[in-house]
C-alpha cells in the first residue's frame, strides 16, 4: 500500500507541476467560476432575501461545472503523446494512477474554490454567519465525492469521440445524492441551523465518498485495461 500512495503522489506531483507551467486548466476553471458567479450576481438583487437561498447552491455549481473542466483535460493530456501507454507499461499499480489523478484533480478544484467562494460572498453581500469549523468539512467531503467518481468516468470517456459531452452525462446522475446532501448541508450550515441535521448530510457524504471510493480504487484496473 505504501508503494501504492509514493506512487499516486508522483503522479499527482507531475500532474500538479506541469499544471503550474501552463496555468492552461486552472486559468479556465477559474474564468467559468467567475463568469457564472458574475452572471448570477446580476441576476439576483443582493438585498433580496432570496440570495441566502441561492447562495449554497451556487457554492456547487460552481465547483461542480468548472471541475468538469478540470476533470476533462486530466485524463485527455494524457493521451496526447501518446502518454498515457507510458504510464500503463510503467512498474506501478493502476490503482495508484487513479489515487494520483484524484489527489491533482482535488487539487486543483480546492484551489479554485479558494478563489471562487470568497468572491461569490463578497459579490452577493452575503454575510457568513455560521460555523466555517463546520462549512469547511461540507466542502472538502462533498468536493472529494466529486472527485472520486469524476475522475474514473474521465478515464471511462476518455478514449470516446465526444468525451467533453459524455462525462457529464455519465457523472451528474450519479452525483445527484451527494450534490442534494451537499446542498442541504450546507444551507443548514450557513443559516446557523442545527448541526445535528448538518452532521446527518454530512454522514451521508462520507458514506458515498468511501463507497465509490473503494469501488473506483478497484475497478479502474480493468479501464487502464481497455484504454
Not at 442534494?180 to 457524504?205: D, F, Y
Amino acid at each position: 500500500m505504501n508503494s501504492i500512495l509514493r506512487d499516486a503522489w508522483t503522479i499527482a506531483s507531475k500532474d500538479l507541476s506541469n499544471e503550474l507551467k501552463t496555468k492552461q486548466t486552472i486559468g479556465m476553471m477559474v474564468i467559468f467560476s467567475s463568469l457564472v458567479i458574475l452572471i448570477f450576481s446580476f441576476a439576483f438583487d443582493p438585498t433580496n432575501n432570496m440570495v441566502k437561498a441561492v447562495i449554497p447552491g451556487l457554492v456547487w455549481v460552481i465547483t461542480v461545472f468548472s471541475g468538469i473542466l478540470g476533470l476533462n483535460r486530466s485524463f485527455l493530456s494524457e493521451h496526447e503523446n501518446d502518454a498515457l501507454t507510458g504510464l500503463r507499461s510503467a512498474p506501478i499499480d493502476a490503482s495508484s494512477i487513479y489515487l494520483g489523478k484524484v489527489l491533482a484533480n482535488f487539487t486543483l478544484v480546492t484551489t479554485v474554490q479558494l478563489i471562487s467562494i470568497p468572491v461569490l460572498f463578497i459579490l452577493f453581500d452575503y454575510r457568513f454567519t455560521g460555523s466555517i469549523t463546520w462549512f469547511i468539512p461540507v466542502v472538502i467531503i462533498g468536493t472529494l465525492g466529486f472527485i472520486i467518481v469524476g475522475t474514473f468516468l474521465a478515464a471511462l470517456s476518455a478514449n470516446a469521440k465526444n468525451s467533453e459531452m459524455l462525462l457529464p452525462v455519465l457523472l451528474l446522475p450519479l452525483l445527484s445524492p451527494l450534490m442534494i446532501a451537499a446542498v442541504q448541508a450546507t444551507r443548514i450550515i450557513l443559516e446557523n441551523g442545527t448541526i445535528t441535521n448538518a452532521v446527518s448530510w454530512l454522514r451521508l457524504m462520507a458514506a458515498y465518498d468511501l463507497l465509490f471510493l473503494a469501488a473506483c480504487f478497484f475497478l479502474f484496473e480493468f479501464i487502464m485495461e481497455g484504454s
